[in-house]
Structure formats: C-alpha cells, structure tokens
C-alpha cells in the first residue's frame, strides 16, 4: 500500500464522528470502527492537524500526508 508514493500530498477533511480518538497520541478505543480508521491513517503516513474541539471533542478532521503543506489551522464559531 503505498498511496503517497505517487501523489504528493493527500489531504482528507471532514466530519468522521469518531470522537473518542486522543489525536495528541494517536489512541482510540478498542473496536473494529477506530481500529481500521487509525490503522488507515498511519499506514498511509497522515497527520491530523485540528489540536482542540471543534464541537464538544475533536470530530472535525484535517489530515495530510505532509507536514510542511499546513502552517495553521484557525477554529471559528459553527453555526448549527
């Protein structure tokens, strides 16, 4: 599996409703949904960038293959 290979940088953003991962180390609890999802994302490299909620947890997502291509992420009001 080698999906960065031959792009340079991926980007996923989104809303996965998997609040219950710690992105600060990578840990979610132990079932079959969390598992792949974590599983996906460090096989293929990614880093998940949002560093507090953007509701009541971190459920809104922005992942890259590359580190260097996102400076700063800015979190501003929602609107329901």
Do not use: A, C, E
């Not at 609890?29 to 460090?42: A, E, G, H, R, T």
Request: charged share 15%; glycine share 2%.
């Amino acid at each position: 599996m080698h999906l960065h290979s031959f792009i340079k940088d991926v980007f996923l953003l989104g809303d996965f409703n998997l609040p219950d991962i710690d992105w600060f180390y990578y840990h979610s609890p132990d079932n079959m949904i969390y598992n792949s999802f974590l599983k996906f994302v460090n096989s293929y490299g990614f880093t998940q960038f949002v560093n507090q909620p953007t509701r009541d947890n971190i459920l809104d997502l922005v992942l890259s293959t590359s580190t260097n291509s996102i400076s700063k992420i800015d979190m501003n009001t929602f609107i329901r």
